[in-house]
């Protein structure tokens, strides 16, 4: 800002301004600014937020529940079905191929096509071949089964608890908390205040015993020097 001075000779002369006042004005103008910009600010957080917001809804559709498991809708049937446990990567693409649903999103299923693939994960006997069963020959029943999700657990905890009963060697080792199919203990496997190679400490020998030991490293026919 520049201000206009009179002088005696008819002239004017430009004299700047206080700038203290030129200052100040450039302080209010950027403390302005700063809360323009706090408020942008603001305003841009806000809307991240209520984006997140409308892909965890989004998230959650896609969602779906099969066999008592959470499992994510927006993989191929052939990828989802696969965190079931009892079903690898073979049996999902045979169940996946059996049913035409192997480039599909799980999400994408309508009600009857889920309801469909649920007896087929019931009933893997009928579609997969025997050997690829995990429960060939059963040992309670004789018969070949492949249980499924939480019957696959209940089926191996009874195994386990019949084998400690009857008391044979992977029972014992199972009761001990040991590993069972013949893995070494020495570097792994190690529970609870596991320490490392500890050397024993020699214990001082005693005088009496001291001697005795001189005497009997000394040659025949002389007798050991003090």
Known sequence: ?????????????????????????????????????????????????????????????????????????????????????????????????????????????????????????????????SWMLNHQNDQFTGTNLHPVGTDLEIAVKNDIEFMQKTKTYKGIRHTQGQPVRGQRTRTSFRKGKSVGVVKKKSAPAKAGAKGEAEKKSAPAGKTAKK
């Open 1 to 129: 800002m520049v201000t206009e001075k009179k002088e005696e000779g008819g002239k004017e002369k430009k004299v700047p301004a206080a700038s203290g006042q030129e200052k100040g004005g450039k302080e209010e103008k950027v403390s302005k600014e700063s809360a323009t910009g706090k408020d942008k600010k603001g305003k841009e957080k806000k809307d991240i937020k209520t984006e997140d917001k409308v892909v965890s809804k989004a998230q959650t559709h896609r969602i779906v529940r099969l066999l008592e498991y959470t499992l994510n809708g927006d993989k191929k049937v052939s990828a989802a079905i696969r965190d079931i446990k009892g079903i690898g990567y073979r049996i999902a693409s045979i169940l996946s191929k059996n049913l035409n649903m192997r480039d599909k999103l799980l999400a994408d299923l309508t009600d009857d096509e889920i309801s469909h693939l649920e007896t087929d994960l019931k009933n893997v006997i009928a579609i997969v071949p």
